[in-house]
């Protein structure tokens, strides 16, 4: 099976001195990726830079304007967290339109699996505005594409912090099913058991809000306890991972314990939700310990080709499972509620 | 009125935001109202804390003594989130404000960019008014 990456795209010019989204990362996830040696099941697509039809499928024409104006002028603070610079701009644009070049290299061969190494990363940039270090959404934008073609999309979010731009993006797309694992309480301070989708796309988001200290065996059994039957039910046709890995033990942004032996289980699990080979997509999103980010990137994409490398065994006994039972209850409750308003607006 | 019944005011340590504190305090001492100060924790704060959740920072302490405002009255909250967000959610659930306050740029924020400005977007999404302060207000304030 081979591995089809994006082109490079110089991300050089988007760092911001001491910052931890930094471009270090894309160069240890591309030394995972020579780890794998592959040869000449390696596909590199050409780089592409997404259009403004592209990104207005997903964000604002204002916003748009907007950051691409502040970059012009040489950029700055977005917020205490995201910056952007003189070449922002063009390196996001890259970064979006990655996505977009891998897809099409999939359909074409029907087989493989991808992996968008770019950066900045995209999972909290909102329709209309940057956040979190991130300036455009990159997995929204390929499930826009995606979805133009007719395909039903499941995004599974592992990052540790939850996606709330993805969230917003689609929470009333009934084609599009949101799948989050987070650590909570945490930025950005959103995704609740109890957030489930707007009224056009109840049961289409799915959160799974985890304690500190959680380990890779509860988080695995969580996507199957609570999203499995979703994911069921949906039947995706398309499968994206916005793939922070910033839930490893090492990483400095956060308090859950995985190792890279937990992305690989939760790679098996991502992969046997597609239909079959070329419908996955794997997303680089958050990940700053560049040592863990490096085996973990590694663990995920030897898995997903079938040929899994793992160098750290999965972790186990960590806190967590008894809020499996509670964010099922949060669910439910949110989804009754939700039919019951619509009942009450619909009756004569 | 209603909306000076419970103030939240945005806090990220800047003299903007600092002044916005101070509005709102003087308004809640003359009518009354409740005032919940709130910082934004972002992502960077998880690497380098900068307020204790569990104690109303010095400078505040002082400027509510400065505002003759008993500080006992005052909810100080770290929320995770970014600026806009996190003052936004004051307004619902449990903390149900009536109106929000917030200083006109944050931290960090250049002068005249649209891009990024907590007020603009506040002023633009809240449920309940918000007033903007001025980062030159002494006596006065702007209304949106």
């Known amino acids: ?348 | 009125m209603r909306q000076f019944e419970n103030i939240a005011v945005g806090y990220d340590g800047s003299s903007d935001a600092t002044t916005a504190v101070a509005w709102a305090l003087r308004a809640a001492h003359e009518t009354g109202a409740t005032v919940t100060i709130v910082h934004a924790s972002g992502l960077l704060e998880h690497l380098r804390s900068r307020f204790s959740p569990d104690e109303l920072p010095a400078a505040l302490q002082l400027l509510a003594k400065q505002c003759s405002f008993d500080e006992r009255r005052i909810r100080w909250l770290v929320s995770d989130g970014d600026a806009c967000s996190v003052l936004l959610r004051m307004a619902s659930a449990p903390i149900d404000a009536t109106m929000l306050v917030v200083g006109s740029r944050g931290e960090g924020k250049r002068e005249g960019l649209l891009l990024g400005s907590t007020s603009l977007e506040v002023a633009e999404h809240a449920t309940v008014p918000v007033v903007v302060v001025p980062a030159s207000y002494v006596e006065h304030a702007a209304v949106i």
């Open chain 1, 1 to 348: 099976m081979v591995l089809v990456i994006n082109g490079p795209y110089g991300d050089s010019g988007h760092e911001d001195h001491g910052h931890p989204e930094r471009p270090e990362r894309l160069v240890a996830a591309m030394a995972a990726v020579n780890d794998l040696d592959l040869g000449t099941d390696l596909v590199v697509v050409p780089s592409y830079s997404a259009s403004r039809a592209d990104l207005l499928r997903v964000h604002n024409g204002n916003y748009l304007d907007e950051l691409g104006a502040f970059c012009y002028s040489g950029g700055g603070n977005i917020d205490d967290d995201t910056y952007a610079t003189l070449d922002s701009w063009s390196i996001a644009k890259y970064a979006a339109g990655a996505g977009l070049k891998v897809i099409e290299e999939l359909r074409q061969r029907d087989d493989g699996i991808g992996f968008v190494a770019a950066r900045p990363p995209g999972h909290h940039a909102l329709a209309d505005r940057a956040m979190g270090f991130c300036l455009l959404n990159n997995v929204a934008i390929a499930a826009a594409e995606l979805l133009s073609q007719g395909e039903r999309v499941l995004i599974v979010d592992w990052d540790v912090h939850h996606g709330n731009g993805t969230q917003q993006i689609y929470w009333d797309e009934p084609d599009v099913l949101y799948v989050s694992t987070h650590q909570w309480p945490l930025f950005p301070g959103s995704g609740s058991g109890s957030e489930v989708g707007g009224r056009h796309a109840t049961d289409r988001t799915v959160n799974i809000p985890l304690p500190p200290g959680t380990t890779g065996d509860v988080m695995l059994r969580a996507l199957e306890v609570v999203a499995g039957p979703v994911i069921d039910a949906f039947n995706p046709t398309w499968v994206l991972v916005s793939a922070g890995f910033d839930a490893h033990r090492d990483d400095p942004m956060a308090d859950l314990r995985l190792t890279s032996g937990d992305f690989a289980a939760m790679t098996n699990y991502a992969v046997n939700c597609a239909p079959r080979s070329g419908r996955v997509v794997f997303f680089l999103e958050g990940g700053y310990d560049l040592r863990a980010l490096r085996s973990s990137i590694h663990a995920t994409l030897s898995t997903a080709l079938g040929r899994p490398q793992v160098s750290e065994a999965p972790s186990n006994g960590g806190p967590g499972v008894e809020h499996i039972a509670r964010i099922n209850s949060a669910r439910r409750t949110a989804i009754e509620i939700l039919h019951a308003t619509d009942e009450t607006e619909t009756a004569p």
